[in-house]
């Protein structure tokens, strides 16, 4: 029977403090230790980030070390990515209620990858939020969902086979909530009948009245190998 082991890294934290609580993992217990190169069998990551202040990114890293375990890296707060959605984030507001005016506008961006252990990007699920609030409610809300994927020469590599998105609230909203799910499938150099290797991901970002929101997500491994790293953050 195949062996599979579930590990499941838990970041919890508070928003309001943004003081994160040390990360926790756990993994089922294997027979022996698998060599180096081998298959570590089918891998389930799970964790959640909190909104970082202003003009910064919360970020973090999970490896798979030697002994198919997971090597929680530290929560890093660093200065944010440029974004050149300013002016979508005001349009979302003009087009709020009339009261709008006096409204605040947000924005909050998440991304969810899996890279291989030469840190190349396998596969990866983003969103891009904005949203405005009086305070009291949020007026309006949007959060653009894409994926990414690595392709290699003769038409091979990952794919995309199947991508779903809801969002709960987008006007008038207590709280606004978006579920993003992406499923890759690989076909080419290291497996040429496309049944071995596939990544599923999930993101789930919450967007609050009082201006702050926050990032979940997961990533299921049907196949997985030493040095493959989940990186995940919000900004």
């Not at 799970?46 to 202040?53: I, V």
């Not at 002016?87 to 890279?115: C, G, I, V, Y």
Request: glycine share 6%; net charge neutral.
């Amino acid at each position: 029977m195949r062996n599979r082991n579930v590990f499941a890294a838990v970041l919890a934290a508070a928003v309001l403090s943004l003081t994160a609580v040390p990360a926790s993992a756990t993994a089922a217990p294997a027979a022996s230790a698998p060599a180096a190169g081998q298959d570590c069998g089918e891998v389930r990551l799970t964790g959640s980030l909190p909104a970082p202040p202003a003009g910064t990114a919360v970020q973090q890293q999970i490896t798979i070390g030697p002994d198919c375990k997971p090597v929680l890296g530290e929560v890093r707060f660093v200065p944010a990515p440029p974004t050149g959605d300013a002016k979508a984030a005001k349009a979302l507001s003009a087009a709020a209620a009339p009261a709008a005016a006096a409204d605040t506008s947000r924005q909050f961006k998440s991304w969810n990858e899996m890279f291989d252990c030469c840190n190349i990007r396998m596969t990866g699920l983003y969103t891009t939020s904005q949203w405005t609030t009086d305070g009291t409610r949020i007026t309006a809300a949007s959060t653009d969902v894409t994926q990414g994927w690595n392709r290699e020469p003769w038409n091979a590599g990952w794919n995309l086979k199947s991508a779903t998105q809801n969002t709960d609230c987008t006007e008038n909203c207590a709280a606004s909530r978006t579920e993003a799910h992406a499923d890759f499938t690989y076909k080419g150099i290291f497996d040429v009948t496309g049944s071995w290797y596939a990544n599923t991901h999930h993101s789930y970002v919450d967007l609050a009245a009082d201006g702050t929101a926050t990032c979940r997500f997961d990533v299921q491994l049907r196949h997985s190998f030493i040095g493959w790293n989940w990186q995940r953050g919000c900004s």
